[in-house]
């Protein structure tokens, strides 16, 4: 059939099918989303065919459930070949522009890619689906992104890059003639691959666990919050205060708050949170019944070393001390231990060093003072109460509260569960158990980090629908803005207190920028958690 007379009868079939439309529906009941020819389609000839590309194929990370935390974002693509019944049922759902660019197309004999809201069966027309990356992802700083070529450029993305990474593509093949022209009557034939978008990693992350940190962490302008459980230290959530999207990258760049910047496994300041550490070489080396009458002060050599308690908290045990952070007890408790015996515990906990927590991601290394270095009884005691020099990142912290949570023993923080490929799952190897105290110090501990959240300085942190415990902490800097010192905030604590599961690190890295206290945050995670559970 010549072209015109084949182009004026379809355009006279066309206004007729539009105006039944319209009659009948008011408007059309499928919606196109954008005509996917410049974005999805790269057209090449080989030999006598023509191959369509829709799009390259990434494997999934998925989250310990195997819910897909990549290529969670399902599409539907139509392929539409220049024959005259394919052209008719496009038409009935496309409108003004889109309508246009696609009859464009397709007057030329060629074929075009459109993006429909559902599966369209038609004789020229073929479907299939392409998965891909929602503007929302969870836990985004642990996952990461990739560039517009799909290779991994931060977290998991690039540290599983060379598992995660094929060169299979999806596309449709058309046989042509000498010409290149579609030959008349030919089937398309399509080619996906969907072991691709199975295959993939395994995270820990549990993405109803993680959407509770995140609501929960919304609270902190620059923080983090990261949860584990307790005996196997596998991390269930992490996130990384402020967020960023990964479509506008740039403006991140140029964020003062550093929004790229994954800050459960930088380094900072880390406060009291560090006592408990001071408390297990005290109660393993017999030192369990010291005690110490906070006048709130104390002189070492010629510096008076304060307690925050200006008044004094008076006599004071381990519990109490902890209960209540007293500062001057733990100076003395130091002292009384010896910087060895404390260095060794610190250091079997892994503080100072990367932790390995999948591969190819490692915490920030930190910082851990080197014994010598706490012989000066001015440096011990700063180290007591978890300021100077010690430099810790926020899954660093798991280590020690794990370790009380779960008997005296600890695991490495995990984040990857294992990887999955034609159907077989290999599991990560997160390594061994490391025993830093015994089982009864770990019990004295866990009862005196429970009087905190009782009669101390965290009873904001108590929870209303189960027992934890924990050690808050108001970490100095030594920074100022405005003539205020910028002070960072923690709480680590555990739950329940009896039995502990979950062990959960928050911190913000300026205290004068969250609409809610750490001690609060972790209240609310316990409870949404153990509702969860329910």
């Given at each position: 059939?010549?072209?015109?007379?084949?182009?004026?009868?379809?355009?006279?079939?066309?206004?007729?099918?539009?105006?039944?439309?319209?009659?009948?529906?008011?408007?059309?009941?499928?919606?196109?989303?954008?005509?996917?020819?410049?974005?999805?389609?790269?057209?090449?000839?080989?030999?006598?065919?023509?191959?369509?590309?829709?799009?390259?194929?990434?494997?999934?990370?998925?989250?310990?459930?195997?819910?897909?935390?990549?290529?969670?974002?399902?599409?539907?693509?139509?392929?539409?070949?220049?024959?005259?019944?394919?052209?008719?049922?496009?038409?009935?759902?496309?409108?003004?522009?889109?309508?246009?660019?696609?009859?464009?197309?397709?007057?030329?004999?060629?074929?075009?890619?459109?993006?429909?809201?559902?599966?369209?069966?038609?004789?020229?027309?073929?479907?299939?689906?392409?998965?891909?990356?929602?503007?929302?992802?969870?836990?985004?700083?642990?996952?990461?992104?990739?560039?517009?070529?799909?290779?991994?450029?931060?977290?998991?993305?690039?540290?599983?890059?060379?598992?995660?990474?094929?060169?299979?593509?999806?596309?449709?093949?058309?046989?042509?003639?000498?010409?290149?022209?579609?030959?008349?009557?030919?089937?398309?034939?399509?080619?996906?691959?969907?072991?691709?978008?199975?295959?993939?990693?395994?995270?820990?992350?549990?993405?109803?666990?993680?959407?509770?940190?995140?609501?929960?962490?919304?609270?902190?302008?620059?923080?983090?919050?990261?949860?584990?459980?307790?005996?196997?230290?596998?991390?269930?959530?992490?996130?990384?205060?402020?967020?960023?999207?990964?479509?506008?990258?740039?403006?991140?760049?140029?964020?003062?708050?550093?929004?790229?910047?994954?800050?459960?496994?930088?380094?900072?300041?880390?406060?009291?949170?560090?006592?408990?550490?001071?408390?297990?070489?005290?109660?393993?080396?017999?030192?369990?019944?010291?005690?110490?009458?906070?006048?709130?002060?104390?002189?070492?050599?010629?510096?008076?070393?304060?307690?925050?308690?200006?008044?004094?908290?008076?006599?004071?045990?381990?519990?109490?001390?902890?209960?209540?952070?007293?500062?001057?007890?733990?100076?003395?408790?130091?002292?009384?231990?010896?910087?060895?015996?404390?260095?060794?515990?610190?250091?079997?906990?892994?503080?100072g060093k990367q932790l390995e927590i999948c591969d190819n991601i490692k915490t920030a290394k930190g910082n851990l003072p080197k014994k010598e270095r706490l012989e000066n009884?001015?440096?011990?005691?700063?180290?007591?109460?978890?300021?100077?020099?010690?430099?810790?990142?926020?899954?660093?912290?798991?280590?020690?509260?794990?370790?009380?949570?779960?008997?005296?023993?600890?695991?490495?923080?995990?984040?990857?569960?294992?990887?999955?490929?034609?159907?077989?799952?290999?599991?990560?190897?997160?390594?061994?158990?490391?025993?830093?105290?015994?089982?009864?110090?770990?019990?004295?501990?866990?009862?005196?980090?429970?009087?905190?959240?009782?009669?101390?300085?965290?009873?904001?942190?108590?929870?209303?629908?189960?027992?934890?415990?924990?050690?808050?902490?108001?970490?100095?800097?030594?920074?100022?803005?405005?003539?205020?010192?910028?002070?960072?905030?923690?709480?680590?604590?555990?739950?329940?207190?009896?039995?502990?599961?979950?062990?959960?690190?928050?911190?913000?890295?300026?205290?004068?920028?969250?609409?809610?206290?750490?001690?609060?945050?972790?209240?609310?995670?316990?409870?949404?958690?153990?509702?969860?559970?329910?």
């Amino acid at each position: 059939m010549d072209n015109i007379i084949f182009w004026r009868i379809f355009s006279k079939r066309s206004a007729i099918c539009f105006f039944l439309i319209l009659l009948l529906f008011f408007i059309s009941v499928l919606r196109v989303g954008v005509t996917a020819t410049a974005d999805y389609s790269k057209t090449g000839y080989q030999g006598n065919s023509l191959r369509l590309t829709i799009s390259k194929q990434r494997g999934t990370i998925y989250d310990c459930n195997m819910v897909p935390l990549t290529n969670s974002n399902r599409k539907i693509i139509a392929a539409v070949s220049p024959t005259p019944r394919a052209v008719t049922a496009i038409s009935s759902i496309l409108q003004g522009e889109e309508l246009q660019n696609v009859l464009a197309l397709l007057r030329n004999n060629k074929p075009v890619l459109c993006e429909v809201d559902e599966w369209l069966q038609c004789d020229g027309i073929v479907c299939t689906y392409v998965y891909g990356q929602s503007d929302y992802i969870p836990a985004i700083h642990l996952l990461g992104y990739t560039d517009i070529d799909f290779k991994g450029v931060s977290g998991i993305q690039l540290a599983y890059d060379s598992f995660l990474s094929s060169e299979e593509e999806i596309y449709i093949s058309y046989d042509c003639n000498a010409k290149g022209e579609i030959l008349e009557g030919a089937t398309p034939h399509l080619v996906n691959n969907t072991s691709v978008e199975a295959s993939g990693v395994v995270s820990t992350i549990d993405i109803n666990i993680q959407s509770i940190a995140e609501e929960a962490a919304s609270a902190i302008e620059t923080g983090a919050v990261v949860i584990a459980e307790a005996k196997s230290g596998k991390i269930r959530a992490s996130v990384s205060r402020p967020d960023f999207n990964m479509q506008t990258i740039e403006e991140s760049l140029n964020n003062a708050d550093s929004p790229l910047l994954n800050r459960a496994i930088n380094a900072y300041n880390v406060g009291s949170v560090f006592k408990p550490c001071i408390a297990i070489a005290g109660i393993e080396n017999n030192k369990n019944n010291f005690l110490y009458n906070c006048t709130g002060s104390f002189e070492i050599i010629d510096r008076f070393f304060r307690c925050h308690d200006l008044s004094g908290h008076g006599i004071m045990n381990l519990r109490s001390a902890i209960a209540h952070s007293c500062n001057t007890f733990f100076y003395n408790f130091a002292i009384e231990i010896g910087n060895e015996k404390i260095y060794d515990i610190a250091s079997s906990l892994r503080f100072g060093k990367q932790l390995e927590i999948c591969d190819n991601i490692k915490t920030a290394k930190g910082n851990l003072p080197k014994k010598e270095r706490l012989e000066n009884l001015a440096q011990l005691a700063n180290f007591s109460i978890g300021q100077g020099e010690l430099l810790l990142s926020p899954i660093s912290m798991l280590t020690l509260y794990s370790a009380v949570a779960n008997d005296g023993a600890y695991y490495i923080p995990s984040v990857v569960e294992g990887t999955l490929k034609d159907g077989k799952f290999t599991e990560y190897q997160k390594g061994n158990k490391t025993q830093v105290m015994q089982k009864e110090t770990a019990d004295i501990l866990k009862t005196h980090l429970e009087a905190v959240l009782l009669e101390g300085t965290g009873t904001t942190a108590l929870p209303k629908t189960v027992t934890a415990a924990g050690k808050t902490a108001t970490a100095q800097t030594g920074k100022y803005k405005n003539g205020v010192e910028i002070c960072q905030g923690w709480f680590c604590g555990l739950f329940p207190a009896e039995n502990p599961k979950y062990v959960v690190i928050v911190f913000s890295e300026n205290t004068n920028r969250q609409t809610q206290t750490s001690n609060q945050i972790f209240a609310q995670i316990a409870d949404k958690i153990t509702e969860l559970e329910k």
